[in-house]
């Protein structure tokens, strides 16, 4: 069987692991041949031939002996104009980077048909757990209703350290820095972007549909304060920072990310530590659940070599739910329950509740819990970026179903 030679951009955390899992990969017929790195100095964990390091990508993508371009860098700009000249130039890509994904879709798609070369990406949405390749091929049918889950492990486990193990939130997040889990610069998970990048993925080969994350609620968990905990232990509850994209008809859909209130009975509320766990719903089949990890060098390492090994079978995705007519359209035409703490911004007057339900004042702080729409939380995001706000979401789709 012949053998792909891997051109390997960027080796990090993710590419170093990459590495040792080709290499000792007995069945999967392929050799990193080389590696564009930022500096040829830097040490590393991992040993690799010097001469297989390079600073510019241009001399993987022009080499003819490489025939496969696999993109693990944080760039996302950066990545997509690699993955672009990889494709142009007949090599297939592999790619980890949700960014760069979520926001160059129909140009990707675009440019795989032009070019006739393939671009893989299960390992861009939830770390080790299969889930695009799930949608595209097993969940190919207008029955799904939705998809809903964890997709970020880093504020997974900062949120099961809170309260599985009563520390404090900021004790929790330099847990997960320390372990790798967390970035330094931890924004991009706590903030609830990355899981929007996710979604953005998950809900074009879920429903056929490409929505622009600019166009999306996200809203994260920098902000969650001891009072919010308190509530949530008080009614039996966890927090976890949720992503979901639900069909409401077969002309409307819609998607946001939010913290929410997890009861026991539900399958995420288990989903600890740096685990992801995404709930399918069908209307024939009810509800699919799957589980992996989602943070760490390893567990993205098998996706990518999933990846890899599906290229060889000449494996490529169809977007076959995009050919669908008619399509749903997005909306954020919807209402939601929502509980929302603050201290010193005014949220009572400051957003246009449809209802209140529930009312608590005290001299620290205030929290409204009421009904208002989700184009209006959209329209009001500046006001609710303040450091003295916490929004946490109540479900409502197909609770009915649920109990």
């Known amino acids: 069987m012949e053998q792909i030679n891997i051109g390997l951009v960027g080796f990090g955390t993710v590419g170093q692991a990459l590495y040792e899992v080709v290499s000792s990969a007995r069945n999967a017929h392929a050799a990193v041949r080389r590696i ?3 500096s040829l100095d830097k040490p590393r964990k991992v040993q690799v031939p010097a001469a297989l390091l390079t600073t510019d990508a241009a001399d993987i993508v022009n080499d003819p002996d490489i025939s496969l371009v696999v993109e693990v860098i944080d760039d996302p700009e950066a990545a997509y104009r690699i993955t672009c000249d990889a494709l142009r130039a ?16 129909p140009e990707l798609i675009e440019l795989q048909q032009a070019t006739g070369r393939a671009l893989l990406y299960d390992a861009s949405s939830c770390g080790s757990i299969p889930v695009i390749r799930n949608l595209e091929e097993y969940y190919d049918n207008d029955l799904l209703l939705e998809v809903k889950g964890i997709l970020n ?12 193990h009563g520390e404090e939130y900021a004790d929790a997040l330099a847990r997960a ?15 609830g972007n990355d899981s929007l990048n996710k979604l953005v993925i998950i809900t074009l080969h879920a429903i ?11 809203y994260g968990i920098p902000t969650l304060r001891a009072e919010d905990i308190r509530y949530a232990r008080e009614k039996g509850m966890k927090i976890k920072l ?13 998607m946001f990310v939010m913290p929410e209130f997890v009861a026991p009975n539900r399958y995420i509320y288990a989903v600890d530590d740096e685990y992801n766990g995404v709930v399918i719903r069908g209307e024939c089949y009810d509800r699919q659940f799957m589980f992996g990890k989602g943070a760490g060098g390893r567990p993205t390492a098998s996706s990518l070599l999933s990846d890899i090994t599906a290229l060889r079978h000449n494996y490529r995705y169809e977007y076959k739910k995009s050919g669908f007519t008619p399509r749903p359209e997005y909306t954020a035409d919807v209402t939601l329950k929502i509980y929302a703490r603050y201290e010193h911004t005014d949220l009572r007057a400051g957003l246009p509740w449809i209802a209140v339900n529930e009312e608590y004042r005290c001299d620290e702080y205030r929290y409204v ?9 959209i329209t009001a995001a500046p ?3 303040a450091d003295d706000i916490f929004l946490c979401n109540f479900p409502r789709f197909f609770a009915d179903r649920d109990d």
């Open 153 to 164: 492990g880093s504020s997974n486990y900062i949120l099961s350290r809170v309260f599985d």
């Open 383 to 385: 006001l609710l970026r």
């Open 36 to 38: 564009c790195v930022r």
């Open 242 to 254: 949720v992503a979901q994209v639900v069909k409401l008809s077969d002309a409307k859909f819609t």
């Open 90 to 105: 007949g090599k297939d890509v592999v790619s980890g980077n949700k960014a760069m994904i979520a926001r160059h879709l």
């Open 177 to 191: 820095q320390k372990l790798g889990f967390a970035e330094s610069d931890p924004t991009h998970d706590i903030s």
């Open 208 to 218: 056929g549909v490409y929505v622009p994350p600019k166009d999306i609620f996200v």
């Open 369 to 377: 819990i009421g009904e208002i729409r989700l184009s209006d939380l």
